[in-house]
């Protein structure tokens, strides 16, 4: 497979042309990122978007990876002699990993096998003789290859069937075929194990289930095979047999393929042995492989659904330069206190003990109010862990006393904090700082700019994911960190005032460079304009390309570095002040002036009209924010715990985390209620991100209240509609509270027979 075929093969799954591809592929090759790609080389990818550029990456990867392996297969046939034009012709044919491999699989070296010892003591022939004719008995025929090694006709039979059922484990085409009719026909089932009842409590939604393979979705996939690695729950895939005649549609069909179905005395021989190697060979590992294909299946819708969510919390609104104070909620160990000014720069830090054993709650209160006449406070950010409820009532107290204005205060999620705090950055940022304040800072910060201050965090510990401990780990690393790189580069950062883990997800820059970025502006001072980076001690002209777009200065000496026009464009944009006789900054901002221009007058053999037309918008509105405008949710007073929650009540909460089977919903409870996919709208929904994302405040109805399981159903629908409360509750095994998620234990062997123990072996953590 050539460049050329591997660009068309990708253009037709992205909708795009070879041209195309082929362009994006160069540039990626040549050290080029995708959101430098998708934002300034529009003209040369035909538009290709930030979307369709990471597909390409991906797929890139594996076409290469297939090319590499199709090559190697190639050398080791050919290096047996057994290469010949029709084989050549299958190898170079196949389109996938695993239908490379069953071609592979009859050359591919192995271990001696009881065919090939079949094989040495002479039985080659007898198998040979039994498929070409049946009408000889293979009892009678067996008689005439006895030897030293082969005592008796059965053992001559028996050397027979071995060397005939690894012929058919063998068979390409006949194992793809298998395989395809499982995949339709196949089901998932769950039984619970005997006497796991109370301890796998909650996967009992699973303890006597079945569902078309096919259709599995992916986090009842991800659910069943977490509770078989848990020894709740025994899995496998089942082809149900036909009860008329007794047998398996697959079975079957290995007889057509071998034309096994008359009469005749060796066909009954026959069937047994096509019997016995269903049984014994093809069913395990054909099972093997759709439970591999239904892992990958979940892991990817899995993964997929994080990337959503991490997205839509990174690009949550800010709530901007106000001086905050951030609240880390604690009972015995108290309340940590940080007040950060509109910058992020720590201005005060405390720790209260408003709960017991103490109980200072005026104390507390007056220790608040003077943090917040002190540094004028306009936000208090309030954690939503232990104790967050008793801390914003708290709160609320207090600010009741104070004179208007008094400053708003928000629950914030405070998923990763303590990962921050223990962090080899927060301990380069605050030395001397006690790690339990250190949560409170970030907690503080990430109220003012969630994506500013959630970068810090490695993106699998900031607590948005569906089963996120259950998946490839690689894989679901290289995807969030895509995920944060789009984000950071689609908002812009300040280069003045940006951390170096923000600046390490810049287009180009990594943590070196980032932290050299940091160095030469805290020695040499802030920044005049894009063109000093260029002085940073390593930064040389290729990464200065990749990376200036993306990095903002304001007031600088040059105003366009306060747009995301790239600086090698900057002659266009003057070219566009020149026509319209106006002074750069009089003119940036004046959408009339610029509307009435005509962009394809200012297109050359360099720049073309979606670069021209990205101007003009950056011109329009320098600088601008995609992220949405600030908004808080207002919890009910007196609904603390889940026990306060009544059927029926209509609440206010924030979105946590979007499944692909609901949202999860913070209402203050401490315990994230579910709205099921179906109680999302008064319509049908297939995919929830259709309707919310993590964030959005939402007003909900309780239907469901489930203290022992800690489960809250919730609606969203105006019409009443009863929830299907058996899919919401199966769900999630945890019920979708996020302090609980469970971690997979380590794999002990199941008591599931051969299938447990080979999928023990198989599903092993990457």
């Known amino acids: ?102 071609i592979y699989l009859p050359y591919k070296p192995k271990r001696r096998t009881k065919a090939e010892i079949a094989r ?70 769950a039984k619970v194990v005997d006497g796991k009842q109370e301890a796998g409590a909650k996967f009992s939604d699973y303890f006597d289930h079945s569902e078309r393979w096919a259709t599995a979705p992916g986090h009842r996939a991800l659910a069943m095979l977490r509770g078989w690695n848990e020894e709740i729950l025994s899995v496998d895939i089942v082809v149900d047999q036909d009860a008329a005649s007794g047998q398996r549609p697959v079975e079957r069909m290995i007889a057509a393929a071998y034309e096994v179905g008359g009469h005749l ?72 206190v940080a007040v950060v000014d509109g910058t992020g720069k720590l201005l005060d830090t405390t720790t209260v003990y408003p709960f017991p054993p103490k109980n200072d709650i005026r104390g507390t209160q007056a220790e608040l109010a003077a943090l917040v006449r002190k540094y004028k406070v306009e936000l208090i950010a309030i954690g939503n862990g232990t104790g967050s409820r008793e801390t914003e009532k708290l709160v609320a107290d207090m600010l009741a006393q104070l004179p208007a204005p008094k400053p708003t205060k928000v629950i914030v999620s405070e998923a990763g904090a303590s990962v921050y705090s223990a962090s080899e950055t927060a301990a380069a940022e605050f030395p001397n700082l006690d790690v339990s304040l250190r949560g409170a800072v970030s907690i503080a910060r990430r109220l ?32 969030l960190d895509a995920v944060v790189e789009d984000a950071v580069n689609a908002v812009g950062v300040d280069l003045n005032t940006a951390s170096a883990p923000l600046l390490a997800r810049v287009s180009g820059l990594g943590k070196s460079s980032a932290e050299a970025i940091v160095a030469h502006r805290d020695a040499m001072g802030a920044f005049a304009n894009r063109q000093q980076l260029l002085k940073v001690p390593r930064l040389g002209a290729r990464t200065f390309e990749q990376c200036a777009g993306f990095l903002r200065i304001t007031n600088g000496s040059e105003p366009l570095d306060a747009s995301a026009v790239h600086p090698e464009a900057y002659g266009v944009a003057k070219k566009i002040v020149a026509a319209c006789g106006r002074d750069l900054r009089a003119l940036m901002g004046d959408s009339a002036a610029l509307k009435a221009l005509d962009a394809r007058a200012f297109v050359d053999e360099r720049f073309g009209l979606p670069t021209v037309k990205d101007i003009l918008s950056e011109l329009e509105k320098p600088g601008r924010d995609p992220r949405p405008s600030f908004k808080t949710a207002t919890f009910a007073e007196g609904v603390d715990d889940i026990k306060d929650l009544k059927v029926g009540m209509q609440l206010e909460g924030t979105v946590t985390n979007v499944a692909a089977f609901g949202a999860f919903v913070d209402i203050g409870v401490h315990q994230d209620g579910l709205v099921h996919v179906s109680q999302l709208a008064d319509r049908f929904v297939k995919d929830p991100h259709e309707v919310v994302k993590a964030g959005d405040v939402v007003r909900v109805r309780v239907t469901e209240v489930d203290v022992a399981r800690k489960r809250i159903g919730l609606s969203m629908r105006k019409d009443g509609g009863a929830e299907t409360a058996r899919e919401a509750r199966g769900a999630s095994p945890n019920g979708g509270n996020r302090n609980s998620v469970a971690r997979p234990q380590k794999p002990q062997a199941p008591t599931q027979g051969a299938f447990g123990a080979a999928l023990m072996e198989a599903m092993k953590k990457k």
Request: proline share 4%; hydrophobic share 45%; net charge negative.
């Open 120 to 189: 040495e003591r002479g039985l080659g022939p007898l198998a040979e003789a039994i498929l070409a004719d049946r009408s000889i008995a293979p009892a009678e025929r067996a008689t005439t290859f006895l030897s030293a090694d082969v005592p008796d006709a059965k053992a001559a039979l028996d050397g027979a069937r071995d060397i005939i059922a690894e012929g058919m484990t063998e068979n390409a085409d006949l194992l793809g075929r298998l395989r395809n009719y499982m995949r339709e026909a196949a089901f998932l089932k």
């Open 265 to 336: 005395p060796g066909d009954k021989w026959l069937l047994d042995v096509i019997g016995w190697t269903w049984r014994v060979k093809l069913s395990l590992s054909l099972s093997l492989d759709l439970m591999r294909e239904l892992r990958e299946r979940a892991e990817e819708e899995a993964i997929r659904v994080f990337a959503r969510n991490l997205k839509d919390l990174l690009l949550a609104a800010p709530a901007g330069s106000r001086s905050t104070m951030g609240l880390d909620p604690g009972i015995r160990t108290g309340v940590k």
């Open 1 to 102: 497979m050539t460049a050329k075929p591997i660009a068309a093969i990708i253009a037709s799954e992205i909708k795009a042309s070879a041209a195309q591809v082929g362009a994006a592929v160069e540039l990626l090759d040549a050290g080029a990122t995708v959101p430098f790609i998708a934002r300034y080389r529009k003209e040369v990818t035909g538009g290709l978007d930030d979307t369709q550029l990471r597909t390409l990456s991906e797929r890139l990867t594996y076409l290469r990876e297939l090319e590499a392996r199709r090559a190697s297969i190639l050398e080791s046939v050919r290096g047996q002699g057994k290469l010949t034009d029709e084989l050549e012709g299958k190898i170079a044919a196949a389109s996938t990993k695993a239908e490379l491999e069953d």
């Open 448 to 479: 003012q700019d969630p994506l500013a201050e959630l970068v810090k965090i490695e993106p699998k510990s900031i607590g948005v994911g569906q089963y996120q401990h259950d998946v490839d780990q690689s894989h679901l690393s290289r995807s």
